[in-house]
């Protein structure tokens, strides 16, 4: 046992002598420091969250840098002081011997353990926290200011504002985590040096199929039935004429409920296609139903449907039609129907629909400069053209004016060179080619004139299209329309 006893006290008597130097000091004091802030954190650490980004980085990402940064200049020092006293030749060759019948030598070790502890658990929950925090709505939204804006202002108006980014970016289990953090790295480096693209290319590759993440909340075997669309439109006229389109959307799915979503992601339908790298310009779908045995290649005008290679095509899923689900952009009119719907610009201003569709469209500096100019412009046009209104009907311009800015700056941002259409939305065809990427576009490699139909009944049936009083929401004794689902 002495002889054991000595040969470890011989073997930590070394790191003793060296660990008296600046770099281990430097990385004590790191780790100290780390550990007292630590404490005083504690509470914001067992919540998990903070409301500032910036204070989310402090606390969940640099107090943990640093924690671990300590760690490593510790032994780095050891090391550095060995090999510097090596090459001087003044590295000792005998060591003070370590008795434990030193008071001071048993305090050092007691010291020793004790903080080994607790580094061990301090680190560990820094680690999780830091972990936790990158995976939050604030860090991925608020954390690079300028670049995830335009991204970050459309999620909080979206149907899935309360659904945390992760839940859609990543998904479930460790491996895709770990990929998308390390996936990660450039833009961190493309925004440290400014070189990340303006705007944000879409689609973005790198996603989890969709199938991994929307399904863990969107059954396809329940996406059946119909659904009933009201689709209200004000005119460009002085009265700013309001009329409805009715749609009963064949939504399908499930078993034998063929519709949209089981033509197109039904059980034993598997459709890839080729395109651009926007996904906006198809070059071939090849289509296969294992229940059926049917099978059928598509090809755009122009293309040979000998080199279509439909294994190193994309299979289809539910972002190829909801491109958008989350970061919906709107374009000027479909906003300004929207607003005006919900009442926040009155109807009774004469022109308003056309005077904020040309407002809206205007080149605008800033953001600043537009919230600043349009109000302006709206309450002048009143004043000039309409000056008993603008004068006895001043809040409403105001509000509309407001409401304009609020339109604005949900859906274009300079800095970042989004405006109107950069993203298109592939549900539907009205203000995009949607559907009509595919159908009525390509026709079949084997019989050239038979293409991908585009007929409307395929996907809904028109209940009333462009209509002041339509019969049918009478009918169904909907006093406010504007409470049913609105279409794109």
Same mark, same amino acid.
């Given at each position: 046992?002495?002889?054991? $006893?000595?040969?470890?006290? &011989?073997?930590?008597?070394?790191?003793?002598?060296?660990?008296?130097?600046?770099?281990?000091?430097?990385?004590?004091?790191?780790?100290?420091?780390? /550990?007292?802030?630590?404490?005083?954190?504690?509470?914001?650490?067992?919540?998990?969250?903070?409301?500032?980004?910036?204070?989310?980085?402090?606390?969940?990402?640099?107090?943990?840098?640093?924690?671990?940064?300590?760690?490593?200049?510790?032994?780095?020092?050891?090391?550095?002081?060995?090999?510097?006293?090596?090459?001087?030749?003044?590295?000792?060759?005998?060591?003070?011997?370590? &008795?434990?019948?030193?008071?001071?030598?048993?305090?050092?070790?007691?010291?020793?353990?004790?903080?080994?502890?607790?580094?061990?658990?301090?680190?560990?929950?820094?680690?999780?926290?830091?972990?936790?925090?990158?995976?939050?709505?604030?860090?991925?939204?608020?954390?690079?200011?300028?670049?995830?804006?335009?991204?970050?202002?459309?999620?909080?108006?979206?149907?899935?504002?309360?659904?945390?980014?992760?839940?859609?970016?990543?998904?479930?289990?460790?491996?895709? /985590?770990?990929?998308?953090?390390?996936?990660?790295?450039?833009?961190?480096?493309?925004?440290? /040096?400014?070189?990340?693209?303006?705007?944000?290319?879409?689609?973005?590759?790198?996603?989890?199929?969709?199938?991994?993440?929307?399904?863990?909340?969107?059954?396809?075997?329940?996406?059946?039935?119909?659904?009933?669309?009201?689709?209200?439109?004000?005119?460009?006229?002085?009265?700013?004429?309001?009329?409805?389109?009715?749609?009963?959307?064949?939504?399908?799915?499930?078993?034998?409920?063929?519709?949209?979503?089981?033509?197109?992601?039904?059980?034993?339908?598997?459709?890839?296609?080729?395109?651009?790298?926007?996904?906006?310009?198809?070059?071939?779908?090849?289509?296969?139903?294992?229940?059926?045995?049917?099978?059928?290649?598509?090809?755009?005008?122009?293309?040979?449907?000998?080199?279509?290679?439909?294994?190193?095509?994309?299979?289809?899923?539910?972002?190829?039609?909801?491109?958008?689900?989350?970061?919906?952009?709107?374009?000027?009119?479909?906003?300004?129907?929207?607003?005006?719907?919900?009442?926040?610009?009155?109807?009774?201003?004469?022109?308003?629909?056309?005077?904020?569709?040309?407002?809206?469209?205007?080149?605008?500096?800033?953001?600043?400069?537009?919230?600043?100019?349009?109000?302006?412009?709206?309450?002048?046009?009143?004043?000039?053209?309409?000056?008993?209104?603008?004068?006895?009907?001043?809040?409403?311009?105001?509000?509309?004016?407001?409401?304009?800015?609020?339109?604005?700056?949900?859906?274009? /941002?300079?800095?970042?060179?989004?405006?109107?259409?950069?993203?298109?939305?592939?549900?539907?065809?009205?203000?995009?080619?949607?559907?009509?990427?595919?159908? $009525?576009?390509?026709?079949?490699?084997?019989?050239?004139?038979?293409?991908?139909?585009?007929?409307?009944?395929?996907?809904?049936?028109?209940?009333?299209?462009?209509?002041?009083?339509?019969?049918?929401?009478?009918?169904?004794?909907?006093?406010?329309?504007?409470?049913?689902?609105?279409?794109?």
């Amino acid at each position: 046992m002495s002889t054991n $006893g000595q040969r470890w006290r &011989d073997i930590l008597s070394p790191y003793v002598y060296l660990s008296s130097n600046w770099v281990s000091r430097i990385g004590v004091v790191l780790v100290t420091t780390a /550990f007292i802030l630590w404490l005083y954190l504690l509470p914001t650490f067992i919540r998990g969250e903070v409301t500032h980004p910036y204070a989310g980085i402090l606390i969940f990402l640099v107090l943990p840098a640093a924690f671990v940064l300590g760690l490593l200049l510790i032994p780095l020092g050891i090391l550095l002081r060995t090999r510097r006293e090596r090459k001087r030749g003044i590295y000792p060759t005998r060591f003070v011997r370590l &008795d434990f019948q030193n008071p001071d030598f048993r305090r050092l070790l007691m010291f020793v353990g004790v903080v080994t502890i607790v580094n061990v658990v301090v680190g560990s929950q820094l680690v999780y926290s830091g972990v936790n925090y990158m995976d939050t709505v604030t860090f991925c939204g608020e954390t690079c200011h300028t670049v995830m804006q335009p991204e970050y202002t459309a999620y909080l108006h979206s149907p899935h504002a309360r659904v945390a980014c992760v839940q859609c970016h990543i998904g479930p289990g460790a491996s895709w /985590f770990v990929r998308s953090k390390l996936s990660g790295i450039h833009q961190v480096f493309a925004v440290l /040096f400014n070189t990340y693209p303006r705007p944000i290319p879409s689609p973005v590759t790198s996603l989890r199929p969709a199938r991994a993440t929307c399904e863990q909340c969107h059954w396809p075997a329940r996406f059946e039935g119909n659904r009933l669309v009201v689709i209200p439109r004000y005119a460009e006229d002085q009265t700013n004429t309001l009329t409805y389109t009715v749609l009963l959307m064949h939504i399908g799915g499930g078993d034998g409920n063929e519709g949209i979503h089981g033509a197109h992601v039904g059980p034993g339908v598997t459709i890839r296609y080729g395109s651009d790298p926007s996904r906006q310009k198809m070059y071939w779908v090849e289509y296969q139903n294992s229940r059926t045995g049917k099978k059928a290649l598509f090809v755009a005008p122009g293309v040979n449907p000998q080199t279509v290679n439909p294994q190193k095509g994309r299979v289809m899923d539910c972002i190829d039609c909801h491109n958008r689900p989350t970061h919906i952009f709107y374009m000027p009119g479909q906003a300004m129907n929207r607003a005006m719907a919900a009442g926040k610009i009155s109807p009774s201003l004469p022109f308003v629909k056309k005077e904020g569709v040309e407002l809206l469209k205007q080149n605008y500096s800033s953001r600043a400069e537009a919230a600043h100019l349009i109000p302006q412009e709206l309450a002048a046009y009143y004043r000039a053209n309409f000056p008993t209104i603008a004068s006895q009907n001043a809040a409403e311009i105001a509000a509309a004016g407001k409401a304009l800015v609020s339109i604005y700056r949900r859906n274009v /941002f300079p800095k970042m060179r989004v405006t109107w259409g950069t993203y298109p939305n592939n549900l539907g065809h009205k203000y995009f080619p949607g559907c009509f990427r595919c159908h $009525g576009q390509l026709h079949n490699s084997v019989v050239t004139y038979q293409k991908i139909p585009k007929h409307c009944g395929m996907c809904h049936a028109v209940l009333a299209q462009d209509e002041a009083h339509p019969k049918i929401l009478d009918e169904l004794q909907l006093d406010d329309p504007s409470s049913m689902p609105s279409g794109q």
